[in-house]
């Protein structure tokens, strides 16, 4: 449908396609239906035609943001020295990819693996699925920081080294989505939404709700399908600003957007700011100690910017009710 600076967007059913409002992406009305069952198969590729896969199938990273995984392989040479970590946790962590990779996709996963070695046989590969003391917590999913713990090395150091592509970083939603573009030939055109339900009291039902939904197709069917009472929905996790919807006026799926969608019987209470009790919560809470109590109390300079990975940790944990979060916005930009 659309290939633009690297950039590639498939039509994956009949339908309308228009801008968004903020002009960044295309948003697709479905006219039509399409599904598709694709067996598994074994292919074979070199560089050049993992890379002409990649394209094909639209494939994106969903690690790191607006990053095209042709244009991202492209960055590292065959003939290089550089590590590659495979990483079971997703940027939002979301749902459990490593557990539905390694049941439904484990043969599909382990050629994924070897072809790695094949075609970047210099490269060192750190694989963390299946080690059984990695339990997630958040922010474990967001790079930097995955690999600030998992090579004792600071945040600003594996950030550069993310930037300056020493590492080749794999999340297992952007695995998940490599393995069926290169073994089952389906683009990207689907992806998953999990569904969490809030109730009056602010209780979270954990009970795993997905949905593995095509691009552009219309969210009507969960408020529909849904006990009644849930009367607001926020595409937005506790870790984000939250941004209230009516559940009658959700929409349609946007694959580069939507990854989950929070169900509350009542509208969330907005945050009231009072003012800063010097609890030192948010440093105590920050996992890269970036310090970010300086920014409430106006000294900037002593903010440390280059650790700070804006995980929202700082701004959930303020018992003052004070958004951090948009103090670091405004130090970042």
């Excluded at 896969?53 to 607006?66: K, N, P, T, V």
């Excluded at 990819?97 to 060192?124: C, G, H, S």
């Excluded at 917590?137 to 930097?144: A, C």
């Amino acid at each position: 449908m659309l290939a633009h600076n690297g950039k590639k967007v498939l039509a994956p059913v009949n339908g309308v396609a228009s801008l968004t409002a903020d002009q960044k992406f295309f948003q697709i009305k479905q006219d039509g239906s399409w599904s598709t069952t694709s067996p598994y198969q074994f292919r074979q590729y070199d560089l050049p035609t993992l890379l002409e896969s990649f394209d094909e199938g639209a494939l994106y990273s969903l690690d790191l943001l607006e990053t095209p995984l042709k244009d991202y392989f492209q960055k590292f040479s065959k003939d290089s020295t550089f590590k590659i970590v495979l990483s079971p946790f997703c940027r939002y962590q979301h749902l459990n990819f490593e557990e539905m990779i390694l049941r439904d996709m484990k043969v599909a996963y382990q050629a994924f693996f070897e072809l790695l070695q094949i075609i970047f046989p210099k490269a060192e590969i750190s694989n963390f699925f299946k080690v059984p003391s990695l339990d997630f917590e958040h922010p474990d999913g967001i790079p930097e920081y995955f690999l600030h713990r998992q090579f004792h090395e600071p945040v600003f150091q594996t950030r550069k080294s993310l930037v300056n592509h020493e590492v080749l970083f794999l999340g297992g939603e952007t695995i998940f989505h490599i393995l069926r573009k290169l073994y089952y030939n389906e683009p990207f055109t689907k992806r998953h939404l999990a569904v969490f339900l809030v109730d009056r009291k602010g209780r979270m039902d954990v009970e795993p709700r997905r949905f593995f939904l095509t691009n552009g197709q219309s969210l009507a069917f969960i408020p529909a399908n849904l006990d009644k009472r849930y009367k607001i929905a926020s595409f937005e996790t506790v870790f984000e600003e939250v941004k209230p919807l009516d559940v009658t006026s959700l929409g349609y799926f946007n694959i580069y957007e939507h990854y989950s969608i929070t169900l509350y019987e009542k509208l969330p209470a907005s945050r009231k700011e009072f003012s800063c009790i010097d609890c030192m919560e948010c440093n105590n809470y920050c996992p890269t100690h970036a310090n970010p109590v300086q920014l409430i109390k106006g000294k900037t300079e002593e903010f440390e910017k280059s650790l700070c990975i804006s995980c929202g940790i700082c701004t959930v944990y303020c018992p003052s009710g004070i958004d951090i979060r948009k103090r670091i916005e405004g130090v970042l930009v």
